[in-house]
């Protein structure tokens, strides 16, 4: 495709995105576990970086293409895996209503309870109600400084993300270069004269 990546290294880059979105609504809205999915970008990324490259019908020891491969599917992926993770997380942040614990209302539609407003200022709430020494040791005594400390770490996580699953594609490439295919033998030409 071009001097320095594989048609086959782009179509992977496009697996790992699809790779990346069903990780995402596995682990981050199905079931919610974070760790889970910032541990399988490492086995993700290895092996997109590995199937960039199989791909692309690369063979072992060819470090020109192999690693450029690799590079383009991890980078891909690792960027889809930290925009799924901050999307996610943009979603609960602010659409979050403070429901069943704050904003509840009877039968009369009459407010019952503490109260906050969508967004930043519930998830402050949920946060104060199970953690409220934590947040005082942290210096966080509202919404808006929380929400600059949820973002920085956020963020973080995410970048996390991109680092990890580049580094574990470049790892894939690199198994790849050592132990994927060989090259094959060149065939004997046979003789159209018969014997």
């Not at 539609?109 to 200022?121: E, N, W």
């Not at 990890?164 to 994927?180: P, Q, R, S």
């Amino acid at each position: 495709m071009s001097r320095i990546v594989d048609r086959g290294a782009v179509v992977a880059a496009y697996v790992g995105v699809g790779m990346a979105v069903t990780m995402a609504i596995a682990f981050l809205l199905i079931i919610p576990i974070q760790p889970a999915y910032m541990l399988l970008a490492i086995p993700g990324g290895m092996i997109i970086g590995y199937y960039a490259n199989a791909r692309s019908d690369r063979v072992r020891g060819n470090w020109r293409r192999i690693l450029p491969n690799s590079l383009l599917a991890g980078a891909t992926t690792g960027l889809a895996l930290a925009a799924l993770l901050l999307g996610a997380k943009a979603l609960f942040f602010f659409g979050d209503t403070g429901y069943p614990d704050f904003n509840r209302v009877d039968e009369n539609g009459v407010l019952q309870g503490p109260t906050c407003q969508t967004g930043a200022d519930c998830v402050y709430h949920r946060y104060l109600a199970a953690q409220p020494d934590q947040l005082a040791d942290a210096g966080i005594t509202d919404a808006a400084t929380f929400a600059g400390v949820y973002w920085r770490e956020q963020t973080g996580a995410a970048e996390l993300l991109v680092a990890v699953t580049i580094g574990a594609a470049l790892f894939g490439g690199l198994l790849f270069g050592v132990a994927g295919p060989r090259r094959a033998p060149p065939i004997p030409a046979r003789s159209v004269v018969p014997a």
